[in-house]
Each structure stands twice: as C-alpha cells, then as structure tokens.
C-alpha cells in the first residue's frame, strides 16, 4: 500500500540522442508502495526514462532522486535498493540456472538458501542445473525476475517483463508481482499489455513522444477523459451517416476510413444503441460488425493521440 512519501522524485528530466528528443522536460513523482505501469507506443521513452532512474543512462538534463538520493554519490546504496529486469537481458551461457541466482544471491550477501527459494518461487525449480542459453524465451522472462528479486528491492523496475510469455507464464509471473504489493515495495512496470497495468497498478501513466500524456489512477483516467464506454462498429462505406455523426449523444467519434471502423465513445450505450440500430434499419445502413464495450486503456490512448497503444 502507497504511504504517501515519495520515493522516486524526477525533475525536468531530458535525454537526447544527437537531434532526437527520447525523454523531453518530464517530471514525475513516484510514492513508496505505489504500483506504477509506464505505458506508451513503441519509441515513447518509456525505457529511456527507467534506465536513467536505473542509473544506467545519464540523462543529459534535469534532475533523479531516488530516497533523497542522486546516483552521482550514492552508485552503491541504490544499487542495494534496486531490482530491475532489463527489456533484453544476457545471461552467462555457461552458468546454470541455480548457479546465476547464487551468484546474484553473493552479491547481496544473500545465502544459498535464499537462491533455492527463488528458484522455488519463480517456478524453476525443475531448471535448477540447466545451462541459461537452454532455457526458453519465457523461463528467462522468470529468472530475470528472479535476479530482480534476490535482494529483496525496495523498489522494483521491469521493463516489459512478460511480452513474449504464454498466458500461463504470464499469469505465474503476475502472482509473483501481486504477492509483492502486500510488502511495501514500489514498483515500475513498463508494458503494452493494458489488461497488465489494469490488474497490477493502481496508477498508470502514459507517455507519448517523450512526454506524460496522462498519469492517474484507471478508473479517474477514464472517467476525466470523456466518456465511459463505445460502440465499435465496422461498416461497408466509408462515410459515416448523419444519424451517427450528428448523434448529440455520442461525445467522440474515432473514425478510421481506410478500415471503415468507428469507435463511438458515449456515456451510456443503453442509452444511445437502440436508437442507432433502429435508424441503421430504417435507412437501410448496413452496420457488418458491432462491438460494445466499457472503455479500455487502448481506446482512451487513441481518443487522446489518434493512434493504438501497441502499434
Ligand atoms: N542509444 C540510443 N541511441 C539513439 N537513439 C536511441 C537510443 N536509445 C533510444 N533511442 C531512441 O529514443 C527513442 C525512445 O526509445 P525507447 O527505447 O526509450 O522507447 P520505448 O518507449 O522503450 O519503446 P518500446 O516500446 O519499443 O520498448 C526512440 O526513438 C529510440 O530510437
Ligand atoms: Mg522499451
């Protein structure tokens, strides 16, 4: 649970590579126990930004703090607080599994014991003496979050750590980080996956070009943003009829015409949907495809930049 004291405090921070803006003028700030998802398109920032909090990259302005901390003076006791799994990880080929959670376990003067309950914990337990290069794309997912773990982080930073895992995995893995929201542990998970965010953070923050294009708890996003449902439809002309884009009652209209959908935000579809499908049949207007739905994180990321969170 979130005590309200900020942990993590950025400032005006700014990364640019050459003439590219990565990470532009953003501040946030981070409370301890909070859970934090990062959302955003492909080449938002979002791994910029954790790697600078990370201490991996520098930014090159503006100002982290993590526990009144800059990484400048104190490399080491953040490195104490930090677990982080890195968007692509490289393990030692030649090490096996047990072995590279025991080493990590050295580094925190942790004992063998506590490698063996992480090998436990993430599942890996029937891996234990098979090579790292062996193992799946999804058993490296876990170990990397096993490493993460090893220390008992206060603060935990995964940088999309279940893309790529079957829905089983994923699921695992999601236990793992649910059981961590009993500790007071903050975390930040960078992700494409909303219904990740939805079920494991109560605020989500979405960046866009470098910037935060909304930050908040889910519910209190969707709710300031507009309306709180839609209606997807797909049609067989391209044009939308005026029963539909002059409808008083439906608040935004995202219309993609190339693929002749519509999402119609509203605030209450029981509201507007039997009318427009009385019209549709009366005016003979074929509707081929139709969806109702409560607004999810996509179609609020769409209704605020015209494009799809995962594109
Ligand atoms: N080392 C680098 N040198 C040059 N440009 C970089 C470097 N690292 C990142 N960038 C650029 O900065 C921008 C942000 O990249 P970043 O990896 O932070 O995005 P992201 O939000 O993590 O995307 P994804 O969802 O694909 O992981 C991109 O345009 C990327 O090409
Ligand atoms: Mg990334």
Known sequence: MSSKKPIIEIENLTKTFKSLVAVND???????????????????????????????????????????MSWKDNEDAL???????????????????????Y???????????DALDMLIKIGLADKKNDY?????????QKLSLGIA??????????DEPTTGLDPHARRELWQILKDLRKTNTTMILTTHY?????LLCERVVIMYKGKILADGKLDRLLKFYGAKELIELRTRVKTLPSFISDNKKIKEIIHDKKEKRARLFVDNIADVLPDLLKKAESK????????????????????????????
Do not use: W
Request: some cysteine.
């Open 194 to 198: 909303m219904e990740e965010a939805e």
């Open 26 to 68: 953003l501040s946030l700030s981070i409370n301890e126990g909070e859970f934090v998802a990062l959302l955003g398109p492909n080449g938002a920032g979002k791994t910029t930004l954790v790697e600078m909090i990370e201490g991996i990259q520098g930014p090159t302005a503006g100002d982290i703090k993590i526990s009144g």
């Open 284 to 311: 003979k207007f074929i509707i081929e495809d139709l969806q109702c739905r409560k607004m999810n994180l996509d179609d609020l990321f769409i209704s605020l930049t015209g494009r799809h969170l995962h594109e």
């Open 79 to 101: 490195r104490k607080m930090i677990g982080l799994s890195l968007q692509e990880t490289r393990f030692l080929d030649k090490l096996t599994v047990y072995e590279i959670l």
């Open 103 to 113: 080493l990590f376990a050295g580094f925190y003067n942790k004992s063998r014991q």
């Open 132 to 140: 790292t290069m062996n193992l799946s794309g999804g058993q490296k």
């Open 149 to 158: 773990l090893i220390n008992d982080p206060k603060i935990i930073i995964l």
